[in-house]
């Protein structure tokens, strides 16, 4: 029954560690486009800097 009296406020504690990072990673913008690194991903981007290989 001790046990409880300290797993109960570290589970909340944990969990609103868990809430507040979702909330600073929603208001830092890292939700703002999902489709952009999907699509980011399939298309080959020739223009690294390098020269082309003669």
């Known amino acids: ?3 409880l009296l300290m797993l109960i406020p570290v589970a909340l ?3 609103g560690l868990g ?3 979702f909330l600073w990673a929603l208001r830092s ?3 703002d486009d999902l489709d952009g690194a999907a699509n980011r991903i ?3 981007d020739d223009d690294d800097g390098r020269d082309p290989k003669p």
């Open 29 to 31: 913008g890292q939700f």
């Open 19 to 21: 809430l507040a990072a």
């Open 42 to 44: 399939l298309f080959d």
């Open 1 to 3: 029954m001790t046990n």
């Open 13 to 15: 504690a944990l969990g």
